[in-house]
């Protein structure tokens, strides 16, 4: 009984040391109990004896994460609190940290659900999206040489149905040395003008200035085929 007492002062003796972090340049006060809140972190790691050499030059422990993003997270180890401010920020540190209840939680955030169930899972459907999408930038920089903006044609169809239907004005554009980029058929999910939608949001997220309109062949009454402008300056 009395080495059972030992064990369990021991244990709280080591919560309650005081932990100073530099995460990121911000500086914050917690301890150790808090850090340790939930098995299978990556705090034990981070300030495990063998972790030493990552203390900055007053002995904090140094992570080199956004400390913007970590006191939300620090607060739901204390509180229990969910963030309700940079969710998609906050998300990312979760998962660095392999905090899973606070993962589990922000997925369950509009936010997250929209972005990563609903949207990413729709992309992952259509074959070689992320293949075509670099390919479609690079013609838009191609395009750029002394311009304030390019264009690219992209080919967008959602059935089998609607990919025969484009074969001619794909030819149409092939011999008009027209490049385009096409995208499609996926099986099930969105209509193309979700895709689209899509397409613009992941461009935009590389940091570029694009828009988007319908490109109508005088042959083409199937409208699968849009322009996407670059703006460059």
């Not at 808090?34 to 972190?41: E, F, N, Q």
């Not at 209840?101 to 659900?113: A, C, G, S």
């Not at 293949?131 to 690219?152: G, T």
Request: proline share 6%; net charge positive; charged share 25%.
């Amino acid at each position: 009984m009395s080495s059972a007492k030992v064990i369990r002062g021991a244990s709280t003796e080591l919560d309650a040391k005081v932990v100073e972090l530099n995460v990121g340049g911000q500086f914050y006060t917690t301890t150790m109990g808090t850090l340790m809140k939930h098995p299978g972190s990556k705090f034990s790691e981070i300030l495990s004896r063998s972790a030493k050499h990552y203390k900055d030059a007053q002995g904090r422990f140094f992570i080199d994460r956004p400390g913007t993003y970590f006191g939300p997270l620090l607060d739901y180890l204390r509180t229990g609190q969910v963030p309700t401010e940079y969710i998609p920020e906050v998300y990312q540190e979760a998962k660095f940290y392999q905090i899973h209840p606070l993962v589990k939680l922000l997925e369950d955030k509009p936010q997250i659900f929209g972005e990563q169930v609903a949207r990413m899972q729709f992309l992952m459907g259509v074959p070689n999206y992320r293949e075509n999408l670099e390919v479609l930038l690079h013609l838009a920089r191609a395009e750029a040489v002394a311009m304030r903006s390019s264009k690219v044609v992209v080919c967008v169809v959602r059935t089998e149905e609607d990919d025969a239907k484009c074969t001619e004005p794909l030819h149409i554009l092939e011999a008009k040395k027209t490049p385009v980029v096409k995208f499609g058929p996926w099986k099930a999910g969105p209509v193309t003008e979700d895709f689209v939608y899509c397409l613009e949001k992941d461009i935009r997220a590389k940091g570029y200035t694009v828009a988007s309109q319908r490109y109508h062949l005088s042959r083409d009454p199937y409208t699968c085929f849009w322009i996407l402008v670059f703006t460059w300056w």
